[in-house]
């Protein structure tokens, strides 16, 4: 029950659900789960920016500014291009790999998938 709420939350208490759930799993052997955590925790930030800022057109270097404010560190403060688009695309394919792989480690079926282990839900 536990780790399917961890998979569905959104994705600052997911990470602090997931890490926790993780670490409290029996069949865990997920040694740096505490650095993902605060990589999911990073990235969500992004994506809040990315999701919910002000897009400005891209000047003639092709990098545009983010307008975007958040609650606790102010404003989001990284010119954007499809270089710095393509780092954090690929960072985030990292980030699932890892948070499938620690599922699937403990013998579960990560959701969505027809992967090995355990379904962790019927359909």
């Known amino acids: 029950m536990q780790l399917e709420q961890a998979l569905t939350d959104t994705l600052w208490p997911l990470s602090e659900v997931y890490g ?5 799993h029996q069949d865990a ?3 740096n789960v505490g650095n993902l955590v ?4 990073k990235a969500s ?7 919910h800022g002000s897009w400005h057109a891209p000047d003639a270097s092709g990098k545009t500014d983010l307008y975007y404010f958040d609650k606790k560190d102010g404003k989001f403060d990284t010119r954007i291009d499809i270089a710095w688009l393509q780092q954090v695309q690929a960072h985030v394919v990292d980030l699932i790999c890892n948070v499938i792989n620690s599922v699937t480690v403990m013998g579960w079926e990560f959701p ?6 355990e379904p962790i839900w019927s359909k």
């Open 112 to 117: 969505g998938t027809a992967g090995p282990g």
């Open 20 to 24: 926790k759930v993780v670490r409290e």
């Open 38 to 41: 605060e990589d999911i925790k």
């Open 29 to 31: 052997d997920f040694k």
């Open 45 to 51: 930030k992004i994506r809040n920016a990315l999701c």
